[in-house]
């Protein structure tokens, strides 16, 4: 048989089990608060699996395997050093977030940290700003589209429907249970699909010399492909642009469809082995992007061409050296990892909407004779409707943004989203004098700085020769890195939210007593 008529099997089996979870999971949906966290629902290496299948998306799979191809070793700074900045904010996610957001049946962390900081002005500020995850949710989408092209023959239109349709019907019928299950089978699928991809590429499969005659033919044809840093590309060039990797992925921790996981835990006494798993778990994933290397010998610079596109370096490479029914099963897998991060995604952001904006903001105003059943039901019900909107408005923006590096998709959305969260949340975690103006000065500063920098609006010809010309002119070279410009944003919100916090009100003292209480690490 076919490529396509094995993954067309393969497709159709994946499709009813992700349903058949679906339908399972609606079954533990008894009001708002299961659909939006599963909360208790279940235990650390199950939750560890499904966490790290969410941490390893579309740009895992296929965005890092397309920067190794484009750029060499030294895009494997990345793959190994982003892992360890998520699970750094993980940490920090769990000494508060995950205690005090079950204390107070918080559903959200913008619900959170409206709740935190006592301001309903933040809590909607941080819902509208958590809606450049649409871009996150863009990049899986994009991901999922290349799949399909590749392994059944379908254009792109169709495969964008197909990948939207197949979203839709689980995460509308089971919720964060749904997200959860079908992750934690994803994830196991997952990760034994990045140590198969990882040992080929360590051993050079297929390749005269095994892994130094891998090296030797990247070399051959640009030596900077085997150099620790690549000059040629503003991600890899200096070890700022590395060092930054790492910094600029620990907010990622705490973003909604991330830390919205850790309520889910079913015994917080196990949440520190829950992050010693999914920390393993995410390093080998983290790992997948080496098969880039071995596409890039297998392929040279053929992917440049008309019609091609480095996002396929990895499918393409299965195609290349599997049997065809293998090659098939593991598109399944690259396709699982995309609706794994998706998935979070959706369930994250439809909260945001009904949840944040409805049940907290409009709900009060114009719906305050409702009875809590009453409100229950229908907050459950727009959650469903809008996970339906969400998915039909990222569909458009795929559509858009097809060509673009699936790892630089998610990171217009999440850059500038992790700049503007620094301050507020992972100081706010760690220390009890943030105040409700420090928050305000965090969130606002760190997206302004992030945008500014990212959108390269400095222009170094402003100044004359001298210092602010030569900081100008590496601030605008930094632009199109979006990590760099995060980290300078988080930077920027950390300090603000610490000065702002040192000469402003502090928060009521029974309320913070409350909020900190037994959550030390």
């Known amino acids: 048989m076919t490529l396509i008529t094995w993954s067309w099997i393969?497709?159709?089996?994946?499709?009813?089990?992700?349903?058949?979870?679906?339908?399972?999971?609606?079954?533990?949906?008894?009001?708002?608060?299961?659909?939006?966290?599963?909360?208790?629902?279940?235990?650390?290496?199950?939750?560890?699996?499904?966490?790290?299948?969410?941490?390893?998306?579309?740009?895992?799979?296929?965005?890092?395997?397309?920067?190794?191809?484009?750029?060499?070793?030294?895009?494997?700074?990345?793959?190994?050093?982003?892992?360890?900045?998520?699970?750094?904010?993980?940490?920090?996610?769990?000494?508060?977030?995950?205690?005090?957001?079950?204390?107070?049946?918080?559903?959200?962390?913008?619900?959170?940290?409206?709740?935190?900081?006592?301001?309903?002005?933040?809590?909607?500020?941080?819902?509208?700003?958590?809606?450049?995850?649409?871009?996150?949710?863009?990049?899986?989408?994009?991901?999922?589209?290349?799949?399909?092209?590749?392994?059944?023959?379908?254009?792109?239109?169709?495969?964008?429907?197909?990948?939207?349709?197949?979203?839709?019907?689980?995460?509308?019928?089971?919720?964060?249970?749904?997200?959860?299950?079908?992750?934690?089978?994803?994830?196991?699928?997952?990760?034994?699909?990045?140590?198969?991809?990882?040992?080929?590429t360590l051993i050079g499969y297929g390749v005269e010399g095994g892994f130094s005659g891998m090296i030797d033919d990247?070399?051959?044809?640009?030596?900077?492909?085997?150099?620790?840093?690549?000059?040629?590309?503003?991600?890899?060039?200096?070890?700022?642009?590395?060092?930054?990797?790492?910094?600029?992925?620990?907010?990622?921790?705490?973003?909604?469809?991330?830390?919205?996981?850790?309520?889910?835990?079913?015994?917080?006494?196990?949440?520190?082995?829950?992050?010693?798993?999914?920390?393993l778990f995410g390093v080998t994933l983290g790992m997948l992007g080496l098969g880039g290397l071995l596409a890039r010998v297998y392929f040279g610079?053929?992917?440049?061409?008309?019609?091609?596109?480095?996002?396929?370096?990895?499918?393409?490479?299965?195609?290349?050296?599997?049997?065809?029914?293998?090659?098939?099963?593991?598109?399944v897998g690259v396709l699982s990892a995309v609706m794994s991060t998706a998935d979070g995604l959706v369930v994250s952001s439809s909260q945001i909407i009904a949840n944040d904006l409805y049940r907290r903001s409009l709900a009060p105003k114009f719906h305050a004779h409702l009875s809590e059943e009453a409100l229950d039901h229908r907050v459950l019900m727009i959650s469903r409707y809008s996970t339906v909107g969400v998915l039909l408005i990222t569909m458009a923006m795929a559509w858009g943004l097809r060509d673009i590096n699936v790892a630089l998709i998610v990171w217009i959305g999440v850059g500038g989203m992790m700049a503007a969260l620094s301050g507020p949340l992972i100081i706010g975690a760690l220390w009890q004098g943030v105040t409700r103006a420090g928050a305000y000065a965090g969130l606002i500063g760190g997206i302004t700085t992030f945008v500014i920098l990212h959108a390269q609006l400095i222009d170094p010809n402003w100044f004359g020769q001298g210092f602010f010309f030569d900081a100008a002119t590496w601030l605008y070279g930094e632009g199109p890195n979006p990590y760099s410009c995060a980290v300078m944003g988080e930077i920027v919100s950390v300090s603000l939210t610490f000065i702002v916090s040192k000469l402003t009100q502090p928060l009521p003292e029974d309320h913070l007593s409350a909020l900190f209480q037994g959550s030390e690490a």
């Open 218 to 279: 990247l070399q051959r044809q640009d030596p900077e492909l085997t150099t620790a840093l690549n000059t040629q590309t503003p991600l890899y060039h200096s070890w700022w642009s590395i060092f930054v990797i790492a910094f600029a992925h620990m907010p990622l921790g705490l973003l909604p469809h991330l830390g919205n996981k850790l309520w889910a835990l079913k015994d917080q006494s196990q949440r520190f082995q829950f992050v010693k798993l999914a920390a």
């Open 301 to 331: 610079d053929a992917l440049y061409a008309e019609g091609g596109n480095p996002n396929q370096s990895l499918p393409l490479l299965f195609v290349e050296i599997f049997p065809t029914w293998l090659a098939a099963l593991i598109g």
């Open 10 to 200: 393969f497709l159709v089996l994946y499709i009813g089990a992700m349903i058949g979870i679906g339908l399972f999971a609606q079954r533990k949906i008894q009001h708002a608060d299961d659909f939006a966290t599963a909360r208790g629902g279940y235990g650390p290496f199950f939750l560890a699996l499904a966490f790290a299948a969410s941490t390893a998306s579309g740009a895992t799979f296929l965005g890092s395997p397309a920067l190794s191809y484009e750029w060499g070793l030294a895009a494997n700074w990345g793959n190994f050093l982003y892992p360890l900045g998520v699970y750094c904010g993980i940490l920090i996610s769990m000494r508060l977030i995950a205690t005090a957001g079950n204390r107070f049946g918080n559903r959200s962390i913008p619900e959170y940290l409206g709740d935190r900081y006592q301001s309903e002005a933040i809590r909607i500020m941080v819902s509208i700003l958590s809606l450049v995850l649409f871009f996150y949710l863009a990049g899986q989408l994009v991901s999922g589209v290349v799949m399909f092209e590749i392994m059944l023959g379908l254009d792109s239109d169709w495969a964008l429907i197909i990948t939207t349709v197949v979203l839709l019907t689980y995460v509308v019928l089971g919720g964060a249970h749904a997200d959860i299950l079908t992750d934690g089978a994803q994830g196991a699928l997952m990760l034994i699909l990045a140590v198969i991809v990882i040992i080929l």
